[in-house]
């Protein structure tokens, strides 16, 4: 290669300038969120997965980041936040599911949540919600549960 020819790539490397995608799907509520992540809501053993959204809460990427066993799913923020950045989002949406179709969080949810809610002030990537998959049934109409909305966690504004 040229010496010409090879600054110009190594420019071309230092200077990437993302596409701004707009438009598509746009992720507001937990019902959204649940909607986006339906596929893991009948695994046999615990999936988290993570929504990443741009300003708009539109849907940049969409990532299995863990898969467990029947009732733990082993979650770090290196994984959560590795595709984040990656995808220069500014906000993201926690899922996981629970086999057993209960959706009530335990304590190690809502320890991890409050960890990545850290984590991601850290980075400055916002954590909206984790939303939590389970079964419909009499008393749980949608068949998951929002932190947020269930003020058992406290997220940013």
Not at 19 to 40: F, L, N, W, Y
Not at 100 to 110: I, V, W
């Amino acid at each position: 290669m040229k010496r010409k020819q090879q600054g110009e790539l190594g420019l071309s490397f230092l200077c990437h300038i993302p596409m701004v995608r707009e438009g598509g799907i746009v992720v507001r509520t937990p019902e959204d969120a649940a909607s986006q992540m339906a596929e893991i809501r009948d695994a046999g053993q615990e999936m988290f997965g993570v929504l990443y959204l741009n300003a708009r809460n539109n849907l940049l990427d969409k990532k299995i980041v863990s898969i467990g066993v029947v009732d733990a799913c082993l979650v770090h923020a290196r994984e959560v936040f590795r595709q984040a950045i990656l995808s220069q989002c500014s906000a993201l949406v926690l899922c996981h599911n629970h086999p057993s179709g209960d959706p009530t969080p335990s304590a190690e949810d809502l320890r991890l949540t409050r960890q990545l809610i850290a984590a991601g002030k850290v980075v400055g990537i916002k954590v909206l919600d984790h939303v939590i998959l389970g079964r419909q049934s009499p008393e749980r109409a949608h068949g998951f549960l929002s932190l947020r909305e269930s003020g058992v966690v406290t997220f940013d504004p």
